[in-house]
């Protein structure tokens, strides 16, 4: 490599270091890589990055992303779980004093090890096969993360942003947004990957919230009350209630307790009706 350092959003530059590395590129592991320069810096701006910030970059891919993160002069740590890119990554990333880059899976590591007493910012072209498991384990872990901000599947970011009486509303919304803020930044067109992925690619930025924004008394049965409501979205909330192993006696109970009609249906219920009725639960399981 000569001294002008290569944009590694340039398709000529990653077809050429794909070929010279003989990489073979692993659909298993959602290896879509980002070839349109705009993009990458306009996610690098939704997170809105100064040179004090540390982030946390998931699945470095060739470098394409962490090349636009490095160039902001923060403290970039970087997790790729395909060995087989190291080699190339040593090689694209070493101009970058910034960047230290983690050989393993983010859904294993220890995080709080890897980045001791820091709040951080995720930002993420994230593997598409596990999209959703990672965004949930980064947040029930309760990292220190201040927002993430990620590129995902469309469909999924629309679910996650989803509001009451929609059909894409669930037990994801409820779930991202009790613990952020979610929205969707833009959209983003298959022509911007190589190879193009299957379906169409959103960034999404989620702000951590200080404290939810409902009083829930026990977190655990908060999320098993939502999961059991969505169990079958057709199905009254009752009758999944019943499905969920509550004594189909106490169910009337809670309902009338949180003041929630047991014959409506999941979707046309808000955070804070769960919230009441978990909470109720939680007061007869006492
Ligand atoms: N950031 C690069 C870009 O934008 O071009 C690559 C993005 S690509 C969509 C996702 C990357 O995540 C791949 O390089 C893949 O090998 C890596 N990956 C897949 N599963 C992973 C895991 N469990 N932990 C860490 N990285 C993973």
């Known amino acids: 490599m000569n001294n002008i350092i290569p944009n590694l959003t340039d398709k000529k530059v990653v077809f050429h270091l794909i070929k010279n590395f003989k990489i073979r590129l692993s659909k298993k592991l959602g290896q879509n890589f980002l070839i349109n320069d705009n993009v990458a810096r306009d996610i690098v701006a939704s997170a809105n990055i100064t040179k004090d910030d540390t982030i946390l970059e998931i699945g470095t891919g060739i470098g394409a992303l962490t090349q636009k993160l490095a160039e902001t002069e923060a403290e970039i ?29 983010i859904l294993k590591l220890d995080l ?3 980045i001791p007493n820091k709040r951080y910012k995720v930002v993420a072209n994230l593997p598409y096969y596990i999209t959703t498991p990672i965004i949930l384990s980064l ?19 629309e679910r996650i942003v989803a509001e009451p009486n929609s059909k894409t509303y669930g037990a994801l ?18 022509k911007s990957f190589i190879p193009e992925p299957g379906v169409e690619s959103a960034v999404l930025r989620c702000t951590l919230r200080d404290t939810p924004p409902v009083d829930v008394k026990d977190e655990q049965l908060f999320f098993k009350t ?29 309902l009338s307790k949180a003041d929630i009609d047991g014959t409506r ?22």
């Open 77 to 105: 740590i970087t997790v790729e779980l395909d060995r087989s890119l190291l080699s190339i990554l040593e090689k694209t990333l070493e101009p970058y004093k910034n960047v230290r880059i983690i050989h393993g899976d």
């Open 112 to 114: 709080n090890q890897e």
């Open 139 to 157: 947040l029930e872990k309760k990292l220190p993360m201040e927002l993430f901000v990620v590129m995902i599947q469309k469909e999924v970011a």
């Open 173 to 190: 919304s409820i779930a991202i947004q009790y613990y952020t803020v979610p929205e969707i930044m833009f959209t983003v067109s298959n």
């Open 226 to 254: 939502v999961r059991s409501s969505f169990a079958q979205r057709r199905k009254t909330l009752f009758n999944n209630l019943k499905a969920a192993g509550i004594d189909k006696d106490q169910i009337p109970q809670i």
């Open 265 to 286: 249906r999941a979707e046309q219920l808000s955070i804070e009706e769960f919230a009441r009725i978990s909470n109720a639960w939680f007061d007869l399981l006492k």
